[in-house]
């Protein structure tokens, strides 16, 4: 069982920074796309970045390009968020996700291909 704590959410000032961190138990996490989702409150679930099961590809919403960071260390089995200049706009609940796959440069966008999801971590970004 797959499980993908996710951690590092708050209540942060517009201009601020938060590091998000999802530590999945999963023995193969190098066999997995990892990817983050976000969800604002009365709003669907929308896709925030992604990195393939090496790093070797990443991709990200528009909304976030430029301000937003992710990686991965494959030997701590742990995928981050960096997220700077926050806005107002970026308060939501931030969901990891894993999507195994054989390819080290395949990362889906569609969170229909996601094999599994974490909790969730809410970040709060104040005006």
């Known amino acids: 069982h797959v499980q993908l704590p996710a951690s590092g959410g708050g209540l942060v000032q517009a201009g601020g920074s938060l590091r998000l961190s999802c530590a999945a138990s999963?023995?193969?996490?190098?066999?997995?796309?990892m990817g983050w989702f976000r969800q604002a409150p009365g709003k669907e679930r929308d896709f925030v970045t992604v990195?393939?099961?090496?790093?070797?590809?990443?991709y990200y919403a528009d909304s976030v390009k430029g301000r937003f960071t992710i990686s991965r260390d494959n030997a701590k089995n742990t995928v981050y968020l960096q997220m700077n200049r926050l806005k107002p706009e970026d308060t939501a609940v931030y969901y990891c996700?894993?999507?195994?796959?054989?390819?080290?440069?395949?990362?889906?966008?569609?969170?229909?291909?996601?094999?599994?999801w974490g909790q969730g971590t809410l970040v709060t970004v104040s005006s």
């Open positions: 990195i393939s099961r090496n790093g070797a590809s990443t």
């Open positions: 996700a894993a999507d195994r796959t054989v390819s080290n440069f395949y990362a889906s966008l569609s969170s229909y291909e996601y094999d599994y």
């Open positions: 999963v023995h193969t996490f190098s066999s997995f796309a």
